[in-house]
């Protein structure tokens, strides 16, 4: 079963825009995780926050954590048409011990 | 490093055939996932391993479906009979605990 849900399910934006994901999950979670997968490819793990953190920064990436409402949001900034690729957000449960994926974000960057 | 590496990469079989994949994880890492991805379903874990033995196998979908992980570098995911509703893409993967997991590039299958 999903635990994560992404919105928008799609984004298509102008090259240099910001992109915004958002992630909305279901129980107490240990860390959250984004993940990036280009087309034909593998998952590449982006960045994790954990429970306690509200904020978190990896170049032109910033992930946020609401635990209040359950939810994260993922922006990257500056975009490029190199980001175009599906974005999934990942949670491991509070006392859990896997990895549980959302349906992702397609993102579109178009140059 | 190289990576998770899966085999084979892409497989064409006819319903009722066997299929195997194989994985072979990060060397060091304690932990490998077979997940299965499909439009309609999303990616979905089927089982996992801590230290090669299973811990849980709650998602794969029937018992066609069997996985294995005889030692610490090499597990395989078989279907058997196989039918047209497997065919999606089978990710393994590797981690060294639940803060990362490496992802091989996939066997795509399908089934007709």
């Known amino acids: 079963s999903q635990q994560g849900e992404e919105d928008p399910q799609a984004l298509s934006i102008q090259e240099g825009e910001n992109a915004t994901m958002n992630c909305s999950y279901k129980t107490s979670i240990n860390n959250l995780q984004w993940y990036r997968q280009n087309s034909g490819r593998g998952l590449v793990h982006l960045i994790l926050i954990r429970s306690n953190e509200r904020e978190k920064h990896s170049g032109r990436l910033r992930v946020t954590l609401d635990t209040s409402k359950k939810s994260s949001s993922l922006l990257i900034t500056a975009s490029r048409a190199a980001d175009t690729a599906s974005y999934f957000c990942?949670?491991?449960?509070?006392?859990?011990?896997?990895?549980?994926f959302g349906a992702g974000t397609i993102l579109r960057v178009k140059s | 490093d190289a990576g998770v590496i899966q085999s084979p990469r892409h497989e064409v079989t006819e319903m009722g055939q066997e299929v195997t994949l194989r994985c072979k994880p990060i060397s060091g890492h304690n932990s490998l996932f077979w997940y299965r991805q499909t439009m309609m379903r999303g990616l979905e874990l089927l089982i996992y391993?801590?230290?090669?033995?299973?811990?849980?196998d709650s998602g794969m979908p029937e018992d066609r479906f069997s996985a294995k992980m005889p030692n610490a570098s090499f597990s395989t995911l078989k279907i058997q009979p196989s039918e047209p509703r497997d065919s999606a893409v089978y990710f393994c993967?590797?981690?060294?605990?639940?803060?990362?997991?490496?992802f091989g590039e996939g066997s795509w299958l399908t089934v007709v």
């Open positions: 990942a949670t491991v449960r509070e006392y859990g011990n896997k990895l549980v």
């Open positions: 391993f801590n230290n090669n033995v299973p811990i849980d």
């Open positions: 993967a590797s981690s060294p605990g639940l803060n990362t997991i490496y």
